[in-house]
Nanobody, 126 residues
Framework: QVQLVESGGGLVQAGDSLRLSCAASGGTLDYYALGWFRQAPGREREFVAAISWIIGTTYYSNSAQGRFTISRDNARNTLNLQMNGLKPEDTAVYYC???????????????????WGQGTQVTVSS
């Protein structure tokens, strides 16, 4: 069972950048994809980005594409999310999660992420 711990959240201004990290433990990640999700107050949790651990294939939501970059450090078992050009609507609790490697229906795969971390708050002021 993968355990995930997020860090790096904070309060920033619109247009700023922020880098989130997620430390993974509990065994090999070779057969996993790790991803970032977020949940704003009063809204459902939504997918942000994901990456297959071994090959490094990336997946992005429309809102993250072009502004956010997901990456991983295989040696340190750390997942990162570089967020540039932050907007107030990016304010949310950001969670790290794990899943099997992608196959089949994409949206079902997104919905099946689990092993959630505790989350890290990102607040973007206007």
């Amino acid at each position: 069972q993968v355990q995930l711990v997020e860090s790096g959240g904070g309060l920033v201004q619109a247009g700023d950048s922020l880098r989130l990290s997620c430390a993974a433990s509990g065994g090999t990640l070779d057969y996993y994809a790790l991803g970032w999700f977020r949940q704003a107050p009063g809204r459902e949790r939504e997918f942000v980005a994901a990456i297959s651990w071994i090959i490094g294939t990336t997946y992005y939501s429309n809102s993250a594409q072009g502004r956010f970059t997901i990456s991983r450090d295989n040696a340190r078992n750390t997942l990162n999310l570089q967020m540039n050009g932050l907007k107030p609507e990016d304010t949310a609790v950001y969670y790290c999660a794990a899943n099997r490697l992608y196959s089949g229906d994409y949206y079902q795969w997104i919905a099946s992420f689990g092993s959630w971390g505790q989350g890290t708050q990102v607040t973007v002021s206007s």
